[in-house]
């Protein structure tokens, strides 16, 4: 065999191995989050950061995080780059996220959201985001904060889209603050953009770890109030 086919093949070991714990780690957190539904906001938010702690770390995804971490009740404002964001935010700060609607319907990903609770909103449908609102509104109210990702949509990174204002209103009028974050990929190619289908891309991120040295950090998330 020469070099480069045992490196392919150590790739492809690599990849599947990674998938299959990633998969594993999803569907332990789902049958938990449908066996024992969540008893509030505060605690759907706790164990929405465990099951993407599990999946995160099932991935080798690193974080580094710079600035200080929100403890008080906020709407964590940030960019939004892929579809792992909330896996790089949620276990450093516990929220629940407002996510697109059609995140409902992923294997694995949407089926726990669903089941603890996750607000799914289409941004083009005005009664849905009127609901989205109030769900936002209710979780604020009852002490838990709220992942918002305000441009809607995925970018590079390299750049801000204009916000949807609606969550900005909602913090206003309960007198909670807003907290900014940025979210920056080591390796560009970790953004989820251009109409990019999920399993390609996905597969991709799982090949940029391998084979790679132990403490390659992954990801990095500058944030700050």
């Known amino acids: 065999m020469t070099d480069r086919a045992a490196a392919?093949?150590?790739?492809?070991?690599?990849?599947?191995?990674?998938?299959?714990?990633?998969?594993?780690?999803?569907?332990?957190?789902?049958?938990l989050a449908r066996m024992t539904p969540p008893r509030g906001h505060h605690d759907a938010a706790l164990r929405l950061a465990a099951s993407l702690r599990?999946?995160?770390?099932?991935?080798?995804?690193?974080?580094?995080?710079?600035?200080?971490?929100?403890?008080?009740?906020?709407?964590?404002?940030?960019?939004?780059?892929s579809y792992l964001d909330p896996l790089v935010i949620l276990?450093?700060?516990?929220?629940?996220?407002?996510?697109?609607?059609?995140?409902?319907?992923?294997?694995?990903?949407?089926?726990?959201?669903?089941?603890l609770g996750v607000t799914f909103v289409d941004r083009d449908d005005p009664a849905s985001r009127i609901r989205a609102l109030r769900r936002l509104h209710a979780t604020l109210s009852a002490g838990t904060s709220v992942l918002n990702f305000p441009e809607g949509t995925t970018t590079p990174g390299d750049s801000l889209r204009p916000f949807w204002r609606g969550g900005f209103g909602v913090v206003a009028r309960l007198g909670l603050p807003v907290t900014p974050l940025a979210i920056r990929y080591l390796d560009p190619a970790m953004a989820w953009t251009g109409g990019q289908t999920f399993l390609p891309h996905y597969l991709r991120c799982l090949l940029y770890t391998s084979p790679s040295p132990r403490d390659r950090t992954r990801s990095r998330m500058p944030s700050s109030a």
């Open 91 to 115: 276990p450093v700060c516990p929220a629940m996220p407002l996510a697109k609607a059609e995140v409902a319907h992923w294997p694995l990903i949407g089926p726990i959201g669903r089941a």
């Open 54 to 81: 599990a999946v995160g770390d099932a991935h080798g995804l690193r974080v580094t995080v710079r600035g200080e971490v929100p403890r008080e009740v906020t709407l964590l404002a940030s960019n939004h780059v």
């Open 8 to 31: 392919r093949l150590r790739a492809g070991l690599h990849t599947g191995r990674t998938a299959a714990r990633g998969v594993y780690a999803s569907l332990a957190e789902l049958g």
